[in-house]
């Protein structure tokens, strides 16, 4: 597995209120009590109306070459349907992938570097045209192109020749590694064994794009639909988008969809307060909307919790990232392992969850795969502190580090106020760590800065602030980008910040991405994250919570494991 590219490790790391960003167990509308899908109203949900969507950033880029989305994303997966796609069901089944264009999940070949896919029948345009296997071909070779650029990385990565192609406006030939033998056969020829391309399959460069109707950089103004939504309508990239039905999209081709709602009305660039009391009044249109992109506060939320009604519209999810500490163990004194495990112990998860706006927001970690069967969750503690951190044991720690009187240390964290990597939670350890006997000065960043600085190799502190959110619900995305010594990148982004570059561990990484066995892959990178944490080159923290409102007239909302937040595609309004 590859680490993301540049943009969604930006987002990763200074991001907590995203999506793809965006966490535990009590997933659905909180009066739901149930953990499968739920109605926010007791009438069924029926087709019919206009969900409007209140966002803060705007939903730029539209092609699906240039998206760089989770499970096919929110609002995009409404228009470009893929090959695999996420299950739209509550909870941990909504981080199965399942079939969208394809029959299937794919056939790999003995050692998983080819897969094969058959497309399902009648699949069509919103001009009524069939969708073949060129077309998916077609949209997965655009992505390539420079002008296209922003999308996952991975296909460059994985796919044979893949790395020195320029994408079809400049070569025609198209890319040999894969083959369209019939118009529903797609077969993908890989650089090594991939046991998790059905996720990556879920990405939204491989959404068809008809090539007589490829306009290059400006297809984003009006892709062509494959999915139940068509775009009549975008506004100032993406600030103001209006979808309407695809009649020719089928429901017998498509599970995973409901599509209820006649019209999408999406509108960014709102400020968040804005949104949440715009939601909270659900008056006129806003009562049939919701937000893809913001959460309550904390502030917001304990104003929320004592109004019972309002309580009854907040929908709790999960999405799988993990809040923790970073280590440089390049920079003195934390090139000490015993330093690393002295602030391990001594650090407070109570109070550091309570600066994190509290633990309807935060939940502790102790391991730095997300508390989710997906990710292969192993339970350990390697350094435990109990709730509050134990300072006598970090001092017992420290003095066998040779600093039997203590040290001052700096923590660099980010300026802008995201309850992760802010200033609050940097507080909470400088105070926590004290007891410990250790006096920690704190430097903040602005937030470009922050991160500029920190996922460089040449400028990383030596003791900052992280997190990271997995491209899909799998240990892969998650443990290879940062402890994977062979991704360590010595000019741009570098995500492995602990430096690790063990070869066990590398080559556990690599037998791992063979299985395509889902679980048996699963149960061993909770295996091998349970032996990473052993080197203490990270603290987890946290795992955040999203809670988010909707409106008063949104129906049948139901909120995944692999988002977080309430599914789009089965939202009703009627």
């Not at 300072?391 to 802008?416: F, I, M, R, S």
């Not at 010595?490 to 791992?512: C, H, M, P, Q």
């Amino acid at each position: 597995m590859r680490q993301p590219s540049a943009i969604s490790r930006r987002v990763a790391a200074a991001v907590v209120v995203l999506v793809v960003g965006s966490s535990v167990a009590a997933c659905g509308p909180k009066e739901s009590g149930s953990d499968a899908g739920s109605t926010a109203s007791s009438s069924a949900p029926a087709k019919g109306g206009t969900l409007s969507v209140l966002n803060r950033a705007p939903q730029v880029n539209f092609d699906p070459a240039r998206l760089y989305t989770s499970g096919g994303g929110a609002v995009p997966s409404l228009v470009f349907r893929t090959l695999t796609t996420r299950n739209r069901e509550a909870g941990a089944a909504g981080s199965e992938v399942v079939p969208d264009l394809a029959t299937d999940l794919g056939t790999p070949s003995e050692n998983a570097t080819v897969w094969t896919y058959t497309l399902k029948e009648g699949l069509k345009y919103e001009d009524g045209t069939a969708i073949t296997s060129a077309d998916v071909k077609y949209g997965i070779e655009r992505s390539f192109a420079a002008e296209l650029s922003g999308g996952a990385p991975y296909l460059r990565d994985w796919l044979v020749g893949g790395a020195d192609y320029e994408g079809p406006y400049k070569d025609k030939k198209g890319l040999a590694s894969i083959e369209t033998p019939d118009d529903r056969t797609i077969v993908f020829h890989l650089n090594k064994p991939e046991g998790e391309f059905p996720y990556l399959a879920t990405q939204t460069q491989t959404t068809p794009v008809p090539q007589a109707k490829d306009t290059g950089a400006t297809y984003e103004n009006h892709p062509v639909s494959s999915g139940p939504y068509k775009v009549v309508s975008n506004e100032g990239d993406g600030e103001h988008l209006v979808l309407e039905r695809n009649t020719y999209w089928s429901e017998k081709t498509d599970s995973e969809r409901k599509a209820y709602p006649d019209k999408i009305d999406v509108r960014s660039g709102l400020d968040p307060a804005v949104i949440n009391q715009r939601l909270s009044a659900s008056r006129g249109a806003d009562a049939t909307a919701i937000t893809t992109d913001t959460n309550l506060g904390p502030a917001e939320l304990a104003k929320v919790t004592g109004d019972k009604a309002l309580a009854a519209r907040v929908g709790e999810g999960h999405f799988g990232y993990t809040n923790y500490i970073a280590f440089n163990p390049k920079v003195k004194p934390f090139d000490n392992p015993k330093v690393r495990q002295a602030i391990s112990y001594a650090v407070n998860r109570t109070s550091v969850i309570n600066a994190a706006g509290g633990s309807a927001l935060a939940e502790p970690a102790t391991t730095f795969l997300p508390e989710q069967k997906s990710f292969g969750y192993t339970a350990y503690d390697a350094f435990p502190s109990g709730a509050t951190g134990d300072a006598a044991k970090a001092k017992e720690v420290l003095k066998e580090a040779g600093y039997p009187n203590g040290l001052t240390v700096t923590l660099t964290h980010d300026n802008e106020k995201n309850f992760a990597t802010s200033p609050e939670v940097a507080t909470a350890i400088q105070e926590a760590l004290k007891k410990a006997g250790i006096t920690v000065e704190l430097k903040g960043l602005e937030d470009n800065a922050y991160s500029e600085t920190a996922y460089n190799v040449k400028t990383e502190p030596g003791f900052f602030l992280a997190g990271w959110g997995a491209d899909w619900p799998s240990g892969g995305p998650f443990l290879a980008p940062i402890f994977d010594g062979r991704q360590i990148v010595e000019n741009g982004y570098n995500f492995n910040t602990g430096r690790l570059d063990d070869a066990s561990v590398n080559k556990e990484i690599d037998e791992i991405n063979e299985l395509t066995d889902l679980d048996a892959a699963a149960a061993r990178w909770g295996a091998l994250d349970k032996k990473i944490g052993e080197q203490a080159l990270t603290v987890p923290l946290f795992h955040p919570v999203y809670q988010r409102l909707y409106g008063a007239d949104v129906k049948n909302v139901v909120i995944s494991d692999w988002t977080g937040v309430l599914d789009i595609a089965l939202v009703a309004v009627k």
